[in-house]
């Protein structure tokens, strides 16, 4: 199949006002237990967006399970990418991690890290984020699960989804 073929059997398009969207960003939050969130950047030879280390755990509000209280780097595409799909923020942080397979590795051979990548999204009504299976390969090869962190922006939203689906 070509690109155009392939693109034209998608049953969502690329969309960068995805309507049901208020706002989504790509995060790659790699939790290093056992080092400094510097050591991480050395080896990962990528920047990050933020980090929390140990003096800052008390204080941050990035929650998962078995990993909330630990230092925390971070590679995020908000305010990097001008979209509200999920698709084009995952394209951007996987872009950043182009060639870092190895790196990645090394780092998941230390003690106790743990790493993931989170999409985060706002919904403005029914109808959630889609990943392509382009982006679920390249995450594969990366050895890195993906997560999303849904939130509803107005309770009117809730109540007519309930309503819509006979839910009481």
């Known amino acids: 199949m ?8 998608r049953l ?19 939790y290093p237990s056992c080092c400094a969130t510097g050591q991480i950047t050395r080896m990962l030879e990528i920047k990050p967006t ?11 509000s990035i929650k998962h399970e078995g990993v909330d209280q630990m230092p925390a780097w971070c590679l995020s595409s908000e305010g990097k990418v001008d979209s509200r799909d999920t698709r084009h923020h995952l394209d951007w942080l996987l872009r950043k991690l182009e060639g870092a397979e190895e790196r990645l590795q090394k780092i998941r051979e230390l003690p106790d890290v743990k790493m993931l990548v989170n999409c985060i999204w706002h919904s403005k009504g029914t109808g959630g984020p889609t990943l392509w299976p382009e982006h679920m390969e390249i995450l594969s090869k ?10 509803w922006e ?11 689906n006979g839910i009481k």
């Not at 980090?51 to 204080?59: E, H, T």
């Open 2 to 9: 070509t690109d155009d073929k392939l693109l034209e059997s």
């Open 12 to 30: 969502t398009p690329l969309d960068e006002n995805y309507g049901t969207c208020a706002k989504t960003c790509a995060v790659l939050t790699i």
């Open 50 to 60: 933020f980090c929390f280390n140990l003096k800052d755990v008390a204080a941050h």
């Open 142 to 151: 990366l050895d890195l699960e993906c997560s999303f962190e849904i939130y």
């Open 154 to 164: 107005g309770d009117h939203i809730l109540a007519d989804f309930f309503r819509n």
